[in-house]
């Protein structure tokens, strides 16, 4: 129980890098949540595709783990965006996530620059697939390779 319990404790250095976390107030209306101002702020679509998408995203601090590396949760969480980015059609429910598989291969650090390229592997009645790599945009050293499947119910057009 001590093992664990002084694992989890908090260093100086990291509750003084929890305490210079920027959070602004998220301005009442918004159109997004908190999750997605959290976790997915910061990432640019650059090229559209009809079957990939092409983003960057600066690893900022507040999704770093107490190495200073890019958690393995935000890793996945950027693999789950970009995939439902690549099947989403607008004006339509999101699609709902089925499966998702990940490998990760490296690791990346605070102010480290990634390019995300999700393509769509396929598509059949509701169920799509997708296929998402994240890699080092200055090195192209491969970080995480996930592959997303999601399904969507859309409304009949007759």
């Known amino acids: 129980m001590e093992k664990s319990k002084a694992f989890l404790e908090l260093t100086q250095e990291e509750s003084d890098r929890v305490s210079s976390l920027d959070f602004l107030p998220i301005p009442t209306g918004a159109e ?3 999750y997605e101002w959290y976790a997915l702020r910061g990432i640019r679509v650059d090229r559209l595709e009809s079957d990939r998408v ?3 995203f600066k690893v900022p601090p507040r999704l770093t783990n107490r190495e200073g590396k ?3 949760g935000a890793i996945a969480n950027l693999i789950d965006a970009v995939g439902a980015g690549c099947v989403n059609i607008g004006g339509h429910p999101v699609n709902v996530s ?3 598989s990940i490998s990760f291969h ?3 650090k605070i102010d480290d620059e990634l390019e995300i390229i999700g393509q769509v592997l396929g598509k059949k009645g509701g169920y799509s697939g997708t296929s998402v790599l994240v890699k080092n945009k200055a090195t192209g050293e491969l970080i995480a390779e996930g592959r997303h499947s999601l399904f969507g119910k859309y409304a009949s057009k007759i």
Request: aromatic share 14%; net charge negative; charged share 5%.
């Open 32 to 34: 997004f949540s908190l």
């Open 106 to 108: 490296s690791s990346a």
């Open 54 to 56: 092409f983003c960057t």
């Open 70 to 72: 890019l958690a393995a």
């Open 98 to 100: 089925v499966d998702m």
